[in-house]
């Protein structure tokens, strides 16, 4: 009993830590594909050079998007392209020709902080109003003229930007934010057609645990480890 005692514990405190670091948005990776999220931007997703600038017969590059795992396909002259996404096998990445203006070239047209959205996700669940969470992305510029810099937004609330630069090169954009409403989403603050060309992975929204919960867990967990602590003693004193 006292064995079943401990498993028990020890899975309340292990559920969690979990649920306190379970990412809400789905298809975050986009291991799934072209799924779970929407966008003002057209897809190109699928078809070889569709995000090459006049690349297709009625595609013309930029305000397209593609979800794969490598960039040349879509566009032979991203040569500085990364082809996996770190530590996530699984992983593919949303690869982005950016637009001019929403009035520009953009073929589902909008406007949203700035400029046409180009990926709103799904939530696994509602984000709880006043409650703090931790967002974090990847992302890497995939040519090394006119580097995009990318705003994150929570509903209609910015809540940071990431300038792109050394094309090819990973770069992690992490903060922490109080949350309202809404959908989290992203847009691209550069104009230019010519370049601003990246892609995107790994977004993640995550709850702050509560100081309380926190504290809980470590209690749950106590009595195991103090046990194992006798248990050791007594091993070394045989």
Same mark, same amino acid.
């Given at each position: 009993?006292?064995?079943?005692?401990? $498993?028990?514990?020890?899975?309340?405190?292990?559920?969690?830590?979990?649920?306190?670091?379970?990412?809400?948005?789905?298809?975050?990776?986009?291991?799934?594909?072209?799924?779970?999220? *929407?966008?003002? =931007?057209?897809?190109?997703?699928?078809?070889?050079? @569709?995000?090459?600038?006049?690349?297709?017969?009625? %595609?013309?590059?930029?305000?397209?998007?593609?979800?794969?795992?490598?960039?040349?396909? =879509?566009? +032979?002259?991203?040569? =500085?392209?990364?082809?996996? $996404?770190?530590?996530?096998?699984?992983?593919?990445?949303? %690869?982005?020709?950016?637009? /001019?203006?929403?009035?520009?070239?953009? +073929?589902?047209?909008?406007?949203?902080?700035?400029?046409? %959205?180009?990926?709103?996700?799904?939530?696994?669940?509602?984000?709880?109003?006043?409650?703090?969470?931790?967002? !974090?992305?990847?992302?890497?510029?995939?040519?090394? $003229?006119?580097?995009?810099?990318?705003?994150? !937004? %929570?509903?209609?609330? +910015?809540?940071?930007?990431?300038?792109?630069?050394?094309?090819?090169?990973?770069?992690?954009? @992490?903060?922490?934010?109080?949350?309202?409403?809404?959908?989290?989403?992203?847009?691209?603050?550069? *104009?230019?057609? @010519?370049?601003?060309?990246?892609?995107?992975?790994?977004?993640?929204?995550? +709850? $702050?645990?509560?100081?309380?919960?926190?504290?809980?867990?470590?209690?749950?967990?106590?009595?195991?480890?103090?046990?194992? /602590?006798?248990?050791?003693?007594?091993?070394?004193?045989?």
């Amino acid at each position: 009993m006292k064995n079943l005692k401990y $498993v028990l514990l020890i899975g309340a405190g292990a559920f969690a830590v979990n649920q306190a670091s379970a990412n809400l948005v789905i298809n975050g990776n986009f291991a799934a594909g072209d799924l779970d999220f *929407t966008s003002d =931007y057209g897809d190109g997703t699928g078809i070889q050079n @569709s995000l090459l600038n006049a690349g297709g017969p009625s %595609i013309q590059g930029g305000g397209y998007y593609a979800v794969g795992t490598d960039p040349k396909f =879509y566009n +032979p002259n991203w040569t =500085y392209g990364p082809i996996s $996404v770190p530590n996530d096998p699984n992983a593919q990445m949303l %690869i982005v020709n950016g637009a /001019l203006a929403p009035s520009e070239n953009v +073929p589902g047209g909008g406007a949203a902080n700035g400029g046409p %959205i180009i990926w709103q996700g799904e939530l696994s669940s509602t984000l709880i109003a006043g409650d703090s969470y931790t967002f !974090s992305v990847k992302a890497a510029s995939l040519y090394q $003229v006119a580097e995009p810099t990318l705003t994150f !937004s %929570i509903g209609e609330t +910015p809540i940071g930007s990431i300038n792109l630069t050394g094309a090819g090169t990973w770069q992690t954009f @992490s903060t922490t934010f109080v949350a309202g409403s809404g959908f989290p989403s992203f847009v691209d603050l550069n *104009t230019e057609f @010519s370049g601003n060309d990246f892609v995107v992975s790994e977004i993640s929204i995550t +709850p $702050v645990p509560e100081p309380t919960t926190i504290v809980a867990g470590a209690m749950l967990l106590l009595p195991f480890g103090m046990s194992t /602590l006798r248990m050791l003693r007594k091993n070394r004193a045989v």
